[in-house]
């Protein structure tokens, strides 16, 4: 690169961040905020609405060429490949995909996302859904929203915290756009990203919200919005029986979890080729998509049907079954398609695609709310409204899938344009969410991530451990010894050097012991016996060693546990690197309670 090159960026750059600064001295911080996230909200809307439009354009595309009836079947496996492809020929084989990637984001790498997340889920997902995989788009939207709100802080020059805010925005928007439904997605934000969020929070979360429902509403058309006109009104009488469904909800969404995390971690520790993941998978969706054609795709329709009197409409056309009772066929063939849906979306994300759970959760509950309906009906002794119980029913699983009973209570209130279900929508989602909580505390998509520290959690100060790096606040700038090496080695450091504590290792760099000058202090006076003694007689074992990947939450129980003032860290194969001050620790702890202002407090 030639040096007038360099000249120039650096005199781009610096005028950009003479702009921003200008700028931010003629408004409030306050207005500033507002401003970025009108913003976030304008650009997350649209990329949200133009990520709907893909798919709709690629499923033309696939109807097109699919031509033959049975053809349309190959196609999720040529998503698959081609979704692979696109992984692997320019992203290095790997993304980050899902709403894991952004807490960890938010956690771990203080909610900067890498740039390319901007546009690599709106490709990957539109070619993954679009081709007829088994999955959601809502996944990868929150992620686009979420990569575009911590660009802007980015750009705008934001602090950590105001980042993140930055990165709830975006989410928000995402989910009001695909949805129209502003309220659910400022609920989402709060439930699912923002683990710690202040009432001030609001104000920027909602105006992005409204700003991402504007967009779908100027350039999507109503037949693109998932929207239902209730048939019947909310019956008191009903009650105990949308209590039960709650029940069965909560149950099925432990079923959802454990179903999902049991075939996508096949894929994930299958090694054979990432093309022939992607080929086995995509037959064994056209399998499945044979036998139960509602499972391709995100399956929207066939949920309209269930919801709107129709469900008939689904059922398969093929001669032999209709010596099957209608009613018993119907029954059957929701059951095994409301168990498979988990099975599928599994497939579709393991094998390669890009897509998430949002989606295939209300698919899930919406199958089960009309099938326990159906069923409570057969008996001849009720009369429950099917289409209520199949909206109520995606609220259900929903909040039990993804833990986030606002968001699906909202959803559905905004998706059937008025609360009249508020109360059934209120039980069902509060019963789903706490049976699942009460027997899998954690998101199945983040268990790990939340055992091992590295996303947060609704406990504060396990929340601001998690947001420091043990390799950060390690300090590399020990010169270490040797155990044949004399005392007087160790003087001569001590002399040249201002430190307490000093690290043993053996040829290998392996940590062999510590030695602290509080127990060597009488050694001091003694310089006859300088020569005598060597490090191997005096060090002694450090009172524990911590590995450079230890979460934080461990580090801090470590100090705690042995009330050291210092602990060596060391790599996987015990290479000494340095050692982690507790003073240090607590200064940077005190550091980023700090950083966690209410964003009306002036700096």
């Keep these: 690169m030639h040096p007038w090159i360099g000249t120039i960026k650096k005199k781009v750059v610096r005028g950009y961040h003479n702009g921003v600064y200008f700028l931010r001295t003629k408004v409030t911080k306050v207005q500033y905020i507002i401003l970025t996230a009108t913003l976030t909200g304008l650009v997350s809307g649209i990329m949200a609405v133009l990520l709907k439009n893909s798919v709709h354009q690629v499923e033309k595309l696939v109807q097109h060429f699919s031509g033959k009836e049975y053809l349309f079947l190959l196609c999720p496996a040529a998503g698959l ?151 019947q009104g909310f019956n008191y009488n009903n009650v105990p029986f949308y209590f039960l469904m709650g029940v069965g909800a909560g149950f099925l969404s432990l079923y959802y979890a454990k179903a999902f995390r049991g075939v996508d971690g096949r894929f994930h520790h299958w090694k054979k080729s990432p093309y022939a993941k992607a080929l086995t998978g995509g037959l064994m969706l056209a399998m499945f998509f044979l036998l139960f054609a509602p499972l391709y795709g995100e399956g929207y329709e066939s949920v309209k049907m269930l919801a709107d009197g129709t469900p008939e409409h689904i059922l398969p056309t093929a001669g032999w079954l209709h010596f099957v009772q209608q009613n018993v066929l119907l029954l059957i063939f929701t059951g095994c398609i409301l168990l498979l849906k988990p099975i599928t979306a599994a497939i579709t994300i393991g094998a390669g695609g890009n897509g998430g759970n949002f989606a295939p959760s209300v698919f899930v509950g919406a199958y089960w709310g009309f099938f326990f309906s159906r069923l409570g009906n057969a008996t001849g002794w009720l009369h429950l409204p099917e289409g209520n119980f199949t909206l109520v029913g995606m609220a259900g699983v929903l909040a039990g899938v993804m833990y986030c009973p606002l968001t699906a209570i909202f959803l559905i209130a905004e998706i059937t344009n008025g609360y009249d279900l508020i109360i059934p929508l209120m039980i069902v989602s509060t019963t789903a969410y706490f049976i699942a909580k009460t027997f899998e505390p954690y998101y199945m998509e983040t268990k790990q991530l939340a055992m091992s520290g590295q996303i947060f959690t609704h406990r504060r100060e396990r929340n601001i451990l998690s947001s420091l790096s043990l390799d950060a606040l390690t300090q590399r700038d020990h010169t270490v010894l040797h155990p044949d090496d004399s005392f007087l080695d160790l003087v001569r450091l001590i002399q040249r050097e201002d430190k307490n504590i000093f690290a043993v290792v053996d040829k290998a760099h392996r940590l062999a012991g510590i030695v602290e000058l509080g127990d060597i202090k009488h050694m001091l006076f003694q310089p006859e016996s300088y020569d005598k003694t060597l490090l191997k007689d005096i060090l002694k074992q450090a009172p524990a060693v911590l590995s450079i990947d230890t979460p934080m939450t461990n580090v801090m129980q470590q100090f705690d546990e042995t009330r050291a003032a210092y602990l060596p860290v060391v790599d996987e194969e015990r290479r000494f690197l340095g050692f982690v001050s507790k003073s240090r620790l607590f200064e940077q702890y005190r550091s980023r309670v700090a950083q966690q202002k209410d964003i009306y407090e002036e700096d």
Excluded at 115 to 140: K, Q, W
């Design 81 to 231: 490949l081609l979704t692979t492809w696109i992984i692997q020929r320019f992203f290095r084989g790997h993304i980050d995909k899902g709403i894991a990637m952004v807490l960890k984001a938010i956690a771990r790498k203080s909610a900067f996302i890498p740039s390319r997340n901007n546009y690599i889920h709106f490709i990957t997902s539109a070619l993954t859904v679009g081709s007829g995989g088994s999955a959601g788009l809502e996944s990868p939207i929150v992620a686009t929203g979420s990569s575009l709100g911590s660009t802007m802080g980015r750009l705008g020059l934001l602090n950590y915290s105001e980042r993140t805010l930055m990165i709830g925005c975006g989410a928000a928007a995402g989910i009001a756009a695909v949805y129209d439904a502003p309220i659910a997605g400022v609920m989402f934000a709060v439930e699912v990203l923002l683990a710690e969020t202040m009432v001030s929070y609001f104000v920027p979360l909602i105006i992005a919200a409204v700003v991402g429902a504007l967009c779908s509403k100027v350039y999507l058309g109503k037949t693109e919005l998932f929207h239902f006109a209730l048939q």
